[in-house]
């Protein structure tokens, strides 16, 4: 029953790749267990659980993450900047230039992102 009611959380955690998935019934509860490969990835999956009634009840998670030097990856979309991505991603969008350092391998102008980039992003 709690897998059916949690069946789009188990969806997004294949689509963030999240390792060694596994979902099982215990005690009235849905316990779920597997590693992300960062810490964004954990967090997205944390925020569509928060989406549901009586989360707090039915799931009990145990996500691990598998990388900590960078906070996740993100693909440029149109109408992005950096400081809109530090803005969601670090919470103060007079942060870019941290986004932009982590990534002038690949980024010459903080100025010039381009869609379809994937940028890494720092730690909060």
């Known amino acids: 029953m709690l ?3 949690y069946a789009d959380l188990m ?3 294949s689509q963030l790749k999240i390792q060694g998935l596994q ?4 005690g009235g509860k849905l316990k779920i267990k597997g590693t992300a490969t960062y810490q964004l990835d954990k967090d997205l999956l944390w925020d569509k659980v928060k989406t549901y009634s009586n ?3 039915e799931v009990g998670a145990d996500i691990r993450v598998e990388r900590s030097d960078i906070y996740g990856i993100y693909t440029v979309q149109p109408g ?3 400081s809109k991505l530090a803005k969601g ?3 103060d969008p007079m942060k870019y230039m941290e986004i932009f350092n982590l990534n002038k ?3 010459t102008n903080p100025d010039l992102i381009k869609v379809g980039q ?3 992003l720092p730690n909060k």
């Not at 979902?23 to 215990?26: G, I, S, V």
């Open 3 to 5: 897998k059916e009611k």
């Open 55 to 57: 989360w707090e009840k």
């Open 80 to 82: 992005d900047t950096l």
């Open 11 to 13: 969806n997004l955690a």
């Open 89 to 91: 991603h670090l919470g």
């Open 118 to 120: 994937v940028l890494k």
């Open 23 to 26: 979902a099982t019934e215990e």
């Open 105 to 107: 391998d690949i980024l």
